[in-house]
């Protein structure tokens, strides 16, 4: 079974024509994931995060402006898929996505050389839970209900496997409830939890060793 990763790309591309001239409109998540998009909300931050320095870098070697807009992830998808702007990132391979724009591709694949990053999903839970992922099935949950950021792909792939969720918008919004014993465990990128948690350590949480692994038929 292949490991759980989101294969990101510095861009999913509008469908259609070239990006106008010396102008590039793109669109990227309203919702913090630490360190690559940094701050919640309309407003970029400062710093904004590695993948806008590098979008940055790159369309300044391509001698293009950057006009660059934060919004949830479906408002930029139906923005892109109208030609509204021209690219959104940083959004990994998801086959229901495919109608809104491209995605780098190779053979019919997604292009791994084409990707920026690559992430693991894991989950978090209290420590003393009795929720367990041994890297094949899920254990534990009783009637508790899995967590997860609202439109990141693991939502459907944990639904796929039958399992109960629930969504909120942010990482922290998930880690509060994960406290508070409301959920069981909380689904999320590794990085990006790991980042959240450097700066508001919860010696109550733990991180489940094994990572998530989806069917070997699921792509990315």
Not at 90 to 105: I, Q, T, V
């Amino acid at each position: 079974m292949t490991r759980w990763t989101l294969w990101v790309v510095a861009a999913l591309a509008l469908v259609g024509g070239p990006v106008a001239a010396q102008k590039l409109r793109v669109a990227y998540s309203d919702i913090e994931a630490a360190p690559y998009q940094m701050g919640n909300g309309s407003r970029m931050a400062d710093p904004p995060g590695a993948i806008v320095e590098l979008v940055n870098l790159v369309a300044k070697e391509m001698g293009l402006e950057v006009e660059y807009e934060r919004a949830p992830q479906l408002r930029s998808f139906r923005r892109l898929q109208n030609g509204d702007i021209d690219a959104a990132f940083a959004y990994s391979y998801a086959a229901d996505r495919l109608p809104y724009g491209r995605y780098p591709m190779k053979d019919g694949k997604p292009n791994e050389g084409a990707r920026v990053f690559s992430q693991s999903y894991v989950f978090y839970r209290l420590k003393g839970s009795p929720f367990s992922w041994d890297g094949r099935t899920v254990s534990g949950l009783g009637e508790g209900t899995i967590g997860f950021n609202s439109t990141f792909s693991i939502g459907a792939e944990l639904v796929r496997w039958g399992l109960k969720t629930e969504d909120v918008k942010t990482t922290e919004q998930n880690f509060q409830k994960l406290v508070m014993g409301r959920i069981a465990a909380y689904a999320m990128q590794e990085q990006a939890a790991d980042s959240y948690l450097g700066a508001h350590p919860m010696h109550d949480v733990e991180k489940n060793r094994f990572r998530w692994r989806p069917r070997p038929t699921t792509c990315c």
